[in-house]
């Protein structure tokens, strides 16, 4: 089978600059979209579109690629495979220009009107649509999702979660973990203030304290922290038999079992102090998601961060402003 030719729109941190951070290499030697394209020999990567001349330099200069100013210049090299890095706004519109496209693959957030626009464009046409929600493809959650947690720690009875540099941002990560390992929240609800998100990468984005109610009653409680001060993207589970808790950006997963009480008889206690740490396989995660599309391509392999999917986590983002904009109400979440 011929190699599918992949165009990049958006070529920025997260499509290159990602890699020359050195801390990130040591968990993630596969950070960006130029790296996975590198190193992925089913994809042909053939273009960059950026009107940036900075970012069209470092495609030649760096990467050895062809880069245009617009798509339109781009048009000629007819790809199968169209990477969307450029923030939303237009990714609808450059999809419809692109008519040999077979595939996409998305930064989040989708956006708004935007994101709809796309997965409408993209369902149309019967493309898959992959959604960089990057611990979709991380084999070590995938397992806790696919019974895992219950297996460690039983049922489910609270979790707390933190985010910063906006809810847009890492808060639709968090909320995205939350969705693929505890399942679908049914209401959410703003519980403090909205305040900027000072230093996040989204122009506008905010920071709020909120909750998220699952069908079995448990309560998700979810807050912001200053990345100024420290970062943390984090998530503590505790079940009626253990607690989980995936915390360092998920880049440390530990379990702490249920034990008998130090302080009373015929008690129990979490025994924070004997956890167990999960292996780690972020290093894998954006590989297997450029895996996972290409076989979505070329058998029709299910998609592990679908479109559809990604609009459910803008749908609760959605709805956390709304809730934050009329008393910290309760709403009730509908499909996307």
């Not at 008690?267 to 894998?284: C, N, P, Q, R, W």
């Amino acid at each position: 089978m011929s190699k599918l030719k992949t165009l990049i729109v958006g070529f920025g941190a997260v499509a290159r600059g990602l890699a020359m951070d050195t801390k990130m290499s040591n968990w993630f030697p596969i950070a960006t979209h130029a790296q996975a394209l590198q190193a992925d020999n089913r994809f042909d990567w053939v273009g960059v579109v950026d009107p940036d001349p900075a970012a069209q330099k470092s495609a030649k200069q760096d990467w050895n690629i062809s880069a245009f100013g617009s798509v339109e210049e781009a048009a000629h090299l007819e790809p199968d495979i169209l990477i969307l890095a450029a923030p939303p706004g237009e990714r609808a519109a450059v999809l419809r220009a692109l008519t040999s496209v077979k595939g996409v693959f998305a930064e989040k957030p989708l956006g708004d009107d935007d994101g709809k626009a796309l997965v409408k464009e993209a369902e149309q046409r019967n493309l898959p649509l992959q959604v960089n929600y990057w611990r979709r493809g991380d084999r070590t959650l995938g397992i806790l999702a696919s019974g895992g947690i219950r297996e460690r720690v039983g049922d489910i009875q609270a979790a707390t979660g933190v985010y910063g540099n906006g809810l847009a941002n890492n808060g639709s990560h968090l909320i995205d973990m939350i969705r693929m390992l505890l399942g679908e929240p049914v209401w959410a609800q703003a519980i403090g203030d909205i305040t900027p998100a000072s230093g996040g990468p989204i122009t506008g984005d905010i920071h709020v304290a909120f909750a998220l109610g699952m069908p079995t009653g448990t309560v998700v409680s979810i807050h912001p922290l200053d990345f100024r001060h420290y970062r943390e993207v984090a998530l503590d589970i505790w079940g009626t038999v253990g607690r989980i808790a995936l915390q360092q950006e998920t880049l440390d997963i530990r379990i702490m079992p249920r034990v008998a009480n130090r302080g009373l008889d015929d008690e129990y206690e979490i025994a924070a102090d004997e956890s167990v740490e999960l292996k780690s396989t972020v290093a894998d995660t954006l590989p297997n998601l450029y895996a996972n599309l290409a076989d979505a391509v070329t058998t029709r392999t299910p998609l592990l961060s679908p479109g559809k999917s990604a609009l459910k986590t803008e749908n609760i983002i959605n709805l956390v402003h709304r809730s934050a904009n009329t008393g910290n109400s309760r709403l009730m979440i509908g499909d996307a």
